[in-house]
């Protein structure tokens, strides 16, 4: 709302809403970069690990789709995935676990 919008109304509500806006602007600051892109709460270090996971996996796609000429030499499919995969199992086992320990099962 504009300054002349909250100047008509009832000075309660205009109190009301100028203190909303205020911790509105606190918690926009409190959060930083991260915060605004994940959120806060407590699932934020889920999608954190999730967005490393899917980020991995990606690059890795990206990487096994990359036709042949354009791939090291050095550095082939089987070592790629031999990588990944483990990776990508270790975060999948802390994702069920985090879940598992949060609904007490």
């Known amino acids: 709302m504009n300054k002349i ?3 008509d109304q009832d000075p309660k509500v205009a109190s009301k809403i100028i203190a909303a806006n205020a ?4 918690r926009k600051a409190e959060l930083g970069f991260l915060g605004k ?3 806060s709460g407590d699932y934020v270090r889920l999608y ?3 967005t490393i996971a899917l980020g991995i996996l990606l690059i890795a796609l990206v ?3 990359t036709p042949d000429k354009f791939r090291s030499a050095d550095f082939g499919l089987k070592e790629l995935w031999s990588l990944v995969l483990p990776i ?5 086992g802390y994702l ?3 879940r ?3 609904t007490g099962g």
Do not use: A, H
């Open 5 to 7: 919008e909250i100047q």
């Open 23 to 26: 911790e509105s602007e606190k």
């Open 37 to 39: 892109f994940f959120g």
């Open 48 to 50: 954190i690990v999730g």
């Open 63 to 65: 990487y096994t789709l």
């Open 88 to 92: 990508e199992m270790t975060i999948i």
């Open 96 to 98: 069920i676990g985090s």
């Open 100 to 102: 598992s320990k949060e």
